[in-house]
């Protein structure tokens, strides 16, 4: 089993910036990447940003691109998102994910956190 615990969200106005972490623990050996997803009232979960492990590959939604990064840290069994230039679009409970391929749905995770939640406010 792998537990995801994730951190960093808050309220933040229009063009602010926040760090989300999630801290993994367990068999996370038994896992190849990491995502981040959101979900904002009455919507799906869509797919932010992913990466491996050992941070070589990433991915990102076109929505995020360019105001959002993903990083990982190996030693700790951190995963981390920047997310800078936020918009009241960006508002969701964000969640982290454990995974063994570096995919961009949530078929592709095997392992959730209980989410933080962004509020962007305009």
């Known amino acids: 089993q792998v537990q995801l615990v994730e951190s960093g969200g808050g309220l933040v106005q229009a063009g602010g910036s926040l760090r989300l972490s999630c801290a993994a623990s367990?068999?996370?050996?038994?896992?190849?990447?990491m995502g981040w997803f959101r979900q904002a009232p009455g919507k799906e979960r869509e797919f932010v940003a992913t990466?491996?492990?050992?941070?070589?590959?990433?991915y990102y939604a076109d929505s995020v691109k360019g105001r959002f990064t993903i990083s990982s840290d190996n030693n700790k069994g951190t995963v981390y998102l920047q997310v800078n230039s936020l918009k009241p679009e960006d508002t969701a409970v964000y969640y982290c994910?454990?995974?063994?391929?570096?995919?961009?749905?949530?078929?592709?995770?095997?392992?959730w956190g209980q989410g933080t939640q962004v509020t962007v406010s305009s």
């Open positions: 990466i491996t492990w050992t941070g070589g590959r990433t």
């Open positions: 994910a454990a995974g063994l391929v570096l995919g961009k749905t949530t078929r592709d995770y095997s392992y």
């Open positions: 367990g068999r996370t050996f038994s896992t190849y990447a």
